[in-house]
T-cell receptor, first 112, second 114 residues
Framework: DAKTTQPPSMDCAEGRAANLPCNHS???????VYWYRQIHSQGPQYIIH???NNETNEMASLIITEDRKSSTLILPHATLRDTAVYYC?????????????FGKGTKLSVKP | DTEVTQTPKHLVMGMTNKKSLKCEQH?????MYWYKQKAKKPPELMFV???????INESVPSRFSPECPNSSLLNLHLHALQPEDSALYLC?????????????FGNGTRLTVT
């Protein structure tokens, strides 16, 4: 079973920031938070991951709460091409358990 | 474009056919994965290869047979499939198989079993 809870869908206006929440209240100390997205008819695309510090790259920012029980993915200026299903995944580091298990994700619709 | 290439993009096969799906990466990754994705569902892990050895088989039926001929190639051999096996089959690779590096996915093979 997936270890994360995400809203099934969200809307965002083009040009505004999209803030996608994820709850992972049972996360363990050796589990990272990963974010992927899947645009229709394509394979999942890696966005960002983190352990406990906030992370930023050219695509997005990841904010992880101090207790690590939840996180938020931020797309600073959403475009129509950001319309996709966004998956928040907790992933064990080390050993043979470090596999990516997808939950249901959030369908983000960016509207003009 | 992705750095993981899957062929063919589309495949239609009958229940008595034998076919193979192919996946190739040239990023020097040593872990490769097969996922299955039904319509409007998240991807489900099928197999994991680490350093060309099968490390994970998620109780997949034997009509699906994976093969890793070398570190760049991953095949999925299909035989006697059922219509319910129709799905998008995704291949992925990562630098290693212990959760320390992201997976990179191909765009999949859309399989229809008639």
């Amino acid at each position: 079973d997936a270890k994360t809870t995400q809203p099934p869908s969200m809307d965002c206006a083009e040009g505004r920031a999209a803030n996608l929440p994820c709850n992972h209240s049972t996360i363990s100390g050796n589990e990272y938070v990963y974010w992927y997205r899947q645009i229709h008819s394509q394979g999942p695309q890696y966005i960002i991951h983190g352990l406990k510090n906030n992370e930023t790259n050219e695509m997005a920012s990841l904010i992880i709460t101090e207790d690590r029980k939840s996180s938020t993915l931020i797309l600073p200026h959403a475009t129509l091409r950001d319309t996709a299903v966004y998956y928040c995944i907790v992933r064990v580091v080390g050993g043979s358990q470090g596999n990516l298990i997808f939950g249901k994700g959030t369908k983000l619709s960016v509207k003009p | 474009d992705t750095e993981v290439t899957q062929t063919p993009k589309h495949l239609v096969m009958g229940m008595t056919n034998k076919k193979s799906l192919k996946c190739e990466q040239h990023m020097g990754h040593r872990a490769m994965y097969w996922y299955k994705q039904k319509a409007k569902k998240p991807p489900e892990l099928m197999f994991v290869y680490s350093y060309e050895k099968l490390s994970i088989n998620e109780s997949v039926p034997s009509r699906f047979s994976p093969e890793c001929p070398n570190s760049s190639l991953l095949n999925l051999h299909l035989h006697a499939l059922q219509p319910e096996d129709s799905a998008l089959y995704l291949c992925a690779s990562s630098h290693e198989g212990q959760g320390k590096s992201p997976l990179h996915f191909g765009n999949g093979t859309r399989l229809t079993v008639t």
